[in-house]
């Protein structure tokens, strides 16, 4: 018999699902009954609840999309972040909450984890801001219809949604599922106007004669990375990254023009950028963090924008027009315009070639930096936490395959390692390093613990600078200071009888060599390795991004 819990787990299962990330609470126990009785879905316990909307994050990052399963208001309201951070990022993430019994509401009943008054909608109606779907089943007849709705948003528009089930709805029958195409048809460009945005922007490109293309982080959501790159191969023009789309253009391709982030750009992308006079934006974000306090964006007239569904160029913008199907039409009517790399090629600043040292010092940003550069391979997805981790991560040279996530849309310090584990558990062939600061580990610190029980490998550099540095940079005060803790007894604590997390502390360029050896040889745990730095050693990058974004911050109110 299907049962609205079911249900939701054939489909959860036929989009690819393979682990949900859960918190149990007495509104969801017979939905997770449910959905552990799907052969194909196993259960991943997290330690709290916003930890585990980041760990689906992460998942997400993954495998596409992932799914969270949460107890009502103690555990959504924690989880909403996690959801908050999968609708700015572009990530599918399918909440899924325990609600009141049916009864109760006629009943006029008061009820435990709520507002101890008689609404049992205010739920609902913040998922509703924070999703591109938001419903609550009230009759398991209704399930499929409305199962089917959110999965198939979700998909569609690579945002996340929210299903809320009554605890006494997921084990009442209801129709079973029909065939998957019915959430999984992607969506396709209305035809005419594909043609027409194509030959349009093919035109407009043939009368310009340096055109630069930025990659942006939407690339990804539209699964249109080998597209852009046949794009860029018909044009062969310089391509520039944004920060938060580096690795989603191949760094060793000989069209890579580094990271463009104003005066955080890498390898001289300001210089080609800031030449061209046009700028092909593919997926792009413009933030004040990502336009450094708004003083890097490319100006409207010589930009033409191809977002994940729609085209703007001067002079014209088309709707329903999906990037992979965009790129491709344009890449067969391009015609070969090298300047911007030739130009780049003679811009470009030589690339340092720095090697860690071999002798032993007191441990520095740079040094540390250089040790995890020598770790990185095609298979590694290195994690970037907000701060000057970023910083890091960015001006690091990736071999092809690398794959680095960063959060910068939304930016929660303590989001890599929650969401390291969701990638992790959805890529276990992959070796996963996460850079993260003191501040920013102190969040979350606790999810370590799963991935010590779950002898997850993930490699964790804790950059100890004492402090919240990027927030110094911004606007210091004595809240930028905290608890310096004893990091690797922390991470080893979980272990308790079974454990194989292991923790250590460098603060030499020896130590490090050697916690980074002990981390290579840790295969049934976590390795947790905190880089022991001067408080005032950070990038400059982060200084001078830092002086800007807190001008911007600090504009007065228009009059
Ligand atoms: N709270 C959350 C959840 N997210 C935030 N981004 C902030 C507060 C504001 N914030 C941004 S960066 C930062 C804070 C508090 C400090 C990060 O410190 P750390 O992880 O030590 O990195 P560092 O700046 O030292 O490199």
Not at 15 to 40: A, C, M, T, W
Not at 138 to 167: N, Q
Not at 336 to 361: F, G, I, Q, V, W
Not at 520 to 540: V, W
């Amino acid at each position: 018999m299907t049962t609205v819990g079911s249900y939701l787990a054939t489909r959860l299962a036929q989009i690819g699902i393979e682990r949900h990330f859960v918190v149990p609470g007495d509104y969801n126990l017979i939905l997770l009954d449910k959905l552990q009785q799907e052969p194909s879905l196993n259960e991943i316990n997290c330690t709290n609840e916003l930890n585990c909307s980041m760990a689906a994050e992460g998942y997400a990052r993954a495998k596409g999309v992932a799914a969270c399963v949460v107890t009502y208001s103690v555990g959504a309201f924690s989880a909403f972040n996690g959801i908050g951070s999968a609708y700015g990022e572009n990530l599918p993430v399918i909440l899924i909450s325990g609600s009141p019994n049916t009864n109760d509401s006629g009943d006029f009943n008061l009820l435990h984890h709520t507002l101890g008054t008689h609404d049992f909608e205010y739920q609902l109606q913040m998922a509703k801001k924070i999703t591109v779907a938001a419903v609550s089943i009230r009759r398991a007849l209704d399930a499929p219809k409305l199962i089917d709705f959110t999965i198939r948003k979700a998909l569609r528009t690579k945002k996340p949604v929210y299903i809320e089930i009554p605890t006494n709805l997921s084990n009442q029958p209801c129709a079973p599922p029909g065939p998957p195409s019915v959430i999984l048809e992607p969506l396709h460009s209305d035809p005419a106007v594909l043609k027409e945005a194509v030959h349009k922007t093919a035109t407009f490109l043939s009368q310009k004669s340096k055109i630069t293309i930025l990659v942006g982080p939407k690339v990804r959501s539209a699964k249109a990375e080998g597209a852009l790159r046949d794009f860029a191969e018909a044009l062969g023009c310089a391509v520039a990254v944004m920060p938060s789309a580096k690795s989603f253009f191949p760094e060793n391709h000989p069209q890579f023009a580094g990271v463009y982030w104003g005066l955080a750009s890498t390898l001289g992308a300001e210089s080609i950028v800031d030449w061209s006079d046009v700028i092909v934006c593919v997926g792009t974000v413009f933030t004040d963090y990502s336009t450094v306090g708004w003083t890097s964006e490319p100006t409207d007239s010589i930009r033409v924008t191809a977002d994940v569904d729609q085209v703007q160029l001067p002079g014209a913008e088309y709707s329903r027009v999906y990037l992979k199907e965009f790129l491709s039409g344009l890449s067969h009517l391009v015609k070969k315009d090298p300047a911007t790399m030739l130009e780049y090629k003679r811009l470009s600043p030589a690339e340092p070639s720095l090697t860690a040292s071999h002798t032993n010092e007191k441990l520095t940003r740079k040094e540390m930096c250089l040790q995890i550069q020598n770790i990185v391979t095609s298979k590694t997805t290195l994690f970037a936490d907000t701060g000057d981790a970023w910083f890091d991560a960015i001006k690091m040279r990736l071999p092809e395959g690398t794959r680095l996530e960063v959060e910068m849309q939304w930016g929660h310090i303590g989001w890599s390692i929650p969401a390291s584990l969701g990638y992790a558990v959805g890529h276990p062939d992959r070796q996963v390093i996460t850079l993260v600061g003191d501040g920013s580990f102190q969040m979350t610190a606790q999810e370590v613990s799963q991935l010590t029980r779950l002898r997850i490998p993930v490699t964790i550099f804790l950059i100890n600078n004492i402090g919240y540095t990027i927030e110094v940079e911004i606007h210091d005060g004595i809240y930028n200071n905290i608890k310096n803790w004893d990091y690797a007894a922390f991470v080893e604590s979980f272990n308790a009888k079974d454990g194989h997390g292991r923790g250590f502390r460098a603060t030499t360029t020896g130590e490090l060599r050697a916690a980074i050896e002990a981390a290579k040889k840790n295969r049934h745990g976590p390795t947790l390795i905190e880089c022991a730095i001067d408080r005032d050693d950070c990038s400059k990058e982060l200084i001078s991004w830092g002086h800007f974004v807190a001008a911007a911050n600090g504009r007065a109110p228009k009059a």
